[in-house]
């Protein structure tokens, strides 16, 4: 059975730091593409950033770009997320996802239950 | 404000079809595929339609989606008390970024 469990959650002062850690189990997860979705108090979802198989490639939503740094390790089949400079609208539950990438197709198939970062003085 | 626009709300009765709208432009939906989410209250979305049209194990034969041109749709038909959750549409841009709709409220009356 695939899961992902979340976790590194919690208050942090505007300007400070947090790591989040997604742990992975059921499936090859060195195979696949992960991502971080988040979604802001009684918002809509917004995708974050995600990572190749091998790390080697990353992407970040522009509000992030700079201040936030995914990263994974196989070894460990856990993926991470790096936020520095936290600011108010970073507040949001967020979530790893795994990612299914193939030819002319591209989702997120499996979903954590989501760990929930506070950005408050 | 999101890059693919949805309506904030939809509604129907039980066993009535209803269908929600996803707006984009030709870097995203034009070009790419769309996938959709169903977000039951209080839990992690859920993959409902991917690639346009394509279902999931487990998701019943009553969603289904399509595209034309820069727009989806998600359509319910057989309405069910337990399909009121929110939906999301979501696509790739052409940026190789994930951008989603802002998310439709469905309440069933």
């Known amino acids: 059975e695939v899961q992902l469990v979340e976790s590194g959650g919690g208050l942090v002062q505007p300007g400070g730091s947090l790591r989040l850690s997604c742990a992975a189990s059921?499936?090859?997860?060195?195979?696949?593409?992960m991502s971080w979705v988040r979604q802001a108090p009684g918002k809509g979802l917004e995708w974050v950033a995600n990572i190749r198989p091998d790390g080697s490639e990353k992407y970040y939503v522009d509000s992030v770009e700079g201040r936030f740094t995914i990263s994974r390790d196989n070894t460990k089949n856990s993926l991470y997320l790096q936020m520095n400079s936290l600011r108010a609208g970073d507040t949001a539950v967020y979530y790893c996802a795994r990612e299914v990438t193939m030819i002319a197709v591209d989702y997120f198939d499996y979903w954590g239950q989501g760990t929930l970062v506070t950005v408050s003085s | 404000q999101s890059v693919l626009t949805q309506p904030p709300s939809a509604s129907g009765t039980p066993g009535q079809r209803v269908t929600i709208s996803c707006s984009g432009s030709?870097?995203?939906?034009?070009?790419?595929?769309v996938n959709w989410y169903q977000q039951l209250p209080g839990t992690a979305p859920k993959l409902l339609i991917y690639s346009h049209n394509q279902r999931p194990s487990g998701v019943p034969d009553r969603f289904s989606g399509s595209k034309s041109g820069t727009s989806a749709s998600l359509a319910i038909s057989g309405l069910q008390s337990e399909d009121e959750a929110d939906y999301y549409c979501a696509a790739w841009d052409d940026s190789l970024k994930v951008v989603f709709g802002g998310g439709t409220k469905l309440t069933v009356l």
């Open positions: 059921g499936f090859t997860f060195s195979s696949y593409w």
């Open positions: 030709s870097s995203n939906i034009g070009s790419n595929i």
